[in-house]
């Protein structure tokens, strides 16, 4: 194997829809390109929660570069206006994608990225660093060398845990056969599990909410199913989002049946709580406590988020943030703590890299923990880097969005309904751009002021059991 950087592929890890869009900005480029996927095929993550539906309809999903070979390939465009299902995204989009003849050769499935370090040079190692080529060893003990590696793997198999300090609350590891992670097939092939049952979503996200409108829906068809919502802020506003004002029409759509939801009793909301404990009963059910209030339930739904997993490139020279696990650069304009998806920027090349020339993070995983993102930003940064690895340092530098700017939209729609258009009942409405103006080339206005997790938390006081000793993990 040649060791020469400019004959050596790039390795992009992970095909899911910010991997394939790489390839085909890599393809147009003409750089030589190699995809690896732990899964057995195309969008293996996508298509696990393949029954959940998108807020963002088709014109935001699709990569341009992507798009283009599609096209010359005869490939027939999607209504733009439609909002496809994460089943119809991977089936009618990215299998298409990965089939094409100019990817399809250099796509290799079910294989998994071990490490990825520099051949012969340790982290420590300086000497001979960057013209070194990178070192990707698989699950499988083989070794591929590249010129530059693109890890596009996403957070999906790093789920964040229930305990609201960062690690497991008490007992949670043990009652892990009564937790669920974020977006069970509720109304689907996961039904029996909730049917009848009296299932707790934790967490206040996206994941969240959808889970807890499946789990309502249910409740309406089959009885004796209950639902209850635990939330560490001391209110729902910031799931509820912006409803009416959110310029996605059907991301505001989730809040408001949310709130009509809560507002009727079909969901349980419980405010300020943090789990500290998780504990089986002995009539089979589980307990959450939060050091004051208890919750019994049949299931539990973890939708508390997802973390990056950077133990492949421990070798690697990586500049991480030390709150988000994103690069240093740009955490400050993703920070959920001052913005929603509605408030980031568009970045590039620049703000993804890192002191290990020719590595970059990109799509969910360069976010770290922030849940600020959106595709047409993963595709956007897949254009930038590439472009960099071209030496096209103008193209990559030249970071953009074509977002829409105005338009509030009406978000009483059913979460089955597949399109919002301009209909009196949902869709649209004719306001003037100066009451609804998105600054140039950010993200889709949510309707909400300030960052996702700007609001405060209830604190559980610290308190000093009896003998002295020091209490355990109680968190806010």
Known sequence: MTNRLDDLPVVVIGAGPVGLAAAAHLTERGLPFTILEAGDGPAAAVRQWGHMRLFSPWRYNIDPAARRLLADAGWVVPDLDVLPTGGQLAADYLQPLADLPALKPHIRYSARVAAVTRLGVDRVRTAGRESAPFLVRLASGEDLHARAVLDASGTWTAPNVL???????????????????????????????????????????????NTLLFLAELADQEPGTSVVWAIRSASPARTYGGESADALPARGAIGTRLRA??????????????????????????????????????????????????????????????????????????????????????????????????????????????PTFLMATGYEQARSVVAALAGDWTTARDVRLDLPETGVCSSNASPDADRIDGASDGGCCGTTASDTAVPAGRGLATGISGGLLSAPLTLLPVTTPAGGEQAGGCCG
Request: charged share 20%; hydrophobic share 40%; glycine share 12%.
């Open 261 to 370: 939801y809560v507002e009727a009793g079909t969901i349980e909301l419980v405010t300020g709580f943090s789990v500290h404990t998780v504990a089986s009963t002995s009539d089979g059910r589980v307990e959450v406590s939060d050091g004051t209030r208890t919750i019994v339930a049949d299931r539990i739904v973890s939708a508390t988020g997802f973390r990056p997993d950077h133990t492949l490139t421990t070798e690697l020279r990586l500049d991480l943030d030390p709150i988000l696990g994103s690069t240093r650069a740009l955490a400050p304009l993703i920070d959920p703590n001052q913005h929603s998806c509605g408030t980031v920027p568009p970045h590039g090349v620049d703000e993804l890299a890192h002191p290990e020339p020719g590595f970059y993070a990109i799509g969910m995983k360069s976010y770290g923990r922030a």
């Open 163 to 209: 305990g609201a300090s960062g690690i497991p609350a008490h007992g949670e590891t043990a009652a892990a056969a009564f937790i669920e992670h974020a977006l069970p097939d509720v109304l689907g092939t996961d039904r029996d599990r909730f049917a009848g049952k009296r299932t707790l979503v934790v967490g206040a996200g996206h994941s969240a909410a």
